[in-house]
């Protein structure tokens, strides 16, 4: 018979079971703050494309909407161009600094630029100043946001257990979604509840950059109490080459982080950003509609991040992202020319539904597989300035393309520009090594 103990006798658990008990809180309490700042930041960068169907016209007068959709993604561009200088600025302070007090800086520099766009005036009332000062609140989001990404996915990386660091990562392409969601939510609030169409058009666009600001600042504070990661404090302690030797180091992981991006950068524009306004301006939804649709199914793509990334703990990162590239390759041409076919909202929503889908093979894992590639020391820079470089190039001009290509008469040019992309990635999918077993807990590359 098993013995039975008094609690007198029973057996004190080890100082090591008691320490892991006490950090699991830890550990899940700097979860949520770095995925809540995360979130935030990313409803503060994409409202501007969301919202832009109704400031347009403020900032740049034309009887074309297409001209003035075509002149706000220019800007948000902008934003694009300065992620990568974002991204050396905050990684290379997270390598050296700290993952918690980059992450810090980031938050506080977006609620800056969110602030600017909500209380500029409109180019009827300062004329050139209207577009000028948008293009300098565009430029502190993209700086913030260049180092936020790469950084949150690095310190989200580091501090999830080793097993599971797919499902958890996944959870950072949730926040990303829930910012997005929120953003898209704001608006339909304001659309059928609060605001006239008129409304919008006059002073109600202003209302989420307001609100962004004031939510960057609860981010703020809500980083202020996440703990610092075992992998930079193990890192502090080692002596090495300079920044640049060692990236120069790895150059070959760069250009393979580079070639994992390139694909699902532009898929990810294309599939959640820009379908908004594909299906106002080519399916022929209204914009209340569309609206509707692409929230629906973001709700539905967003539980597919952890489940996806936890297939990966099961399988590998590798063939997660050989599924993407497959289907994005193969499918993503019937899948907009039938949408651009139908009128019906509940068609475009399944259309829409099943590309996001293909993404999350993506979205879910890419991050993770790049921050597996690079050791400590350089890992926050490493990771997060070859996407933000991709994400420049590609996607912030993904919207620019794709109305380009509408304007021209030649819209079914840009679902080959989708396809070509991933074909490129789905190359280096296959001939990629798997890190799903490499530790990051040390320098190992």
Known sequence: MTKAFTPAERPAA???AGEAQRA????????????AGNLIEWYDFLAYSIFSIYFAGAFFPSDNPTVQLMNTAAIAAVGYIARPLGSWMVGLYADRRGRKSALTGSVLTMCIGSLIIAVTPGYGTIGIFAPILLIVARL??????GGEYGTSAT?????????????YLGFLQVSVVAGQLLALGLMLLMQHVLLTSAQLHSWGWRVPFVLGGLLALFALYMRRNVTE???????VKERGPGVAQQMLDHWRQIVLAIGITVGGTVAFYTYTIYM????VNSVGLDK????????????LYMPLQPLFGFISDLVGRRPVLIFFGLCCTFFSVPLFNAMSHTKDPLVAFALSLAGLVMLSGFT???MLAKTELFPARIRALAVGLPYALTTAILGGTTEFVALNFKASGHEPWFYWYVTAWAAASLIVYIRMPETRHRTLSGAAA
């Open 14 to 16: 080890s100082p090591a």
């Open 24 to 35: 699991k809180p830890v550990r899940i309490q700097s979860i949520i703050g770095g995925l």
């Open 140 to 145: 502190l989001q993209g700086l913030s946001m």
């Open 155 to 167: 310190y989200l990386s580091e501090v999830a257990p080793a097993h599971r660091r797919g499902f």
């Open 229 to 235: 990661t075992a992998a930079f404090e193990s890192s």
């Open 276 to 279: 908004q306004k594909f299906l």
């Open 288 to 299: 209340e509609a569309s609206t509707l649709v692409s929230a629906a199914a973001l709700l």
């Open 364 to 366: 879910s894992v890419h």
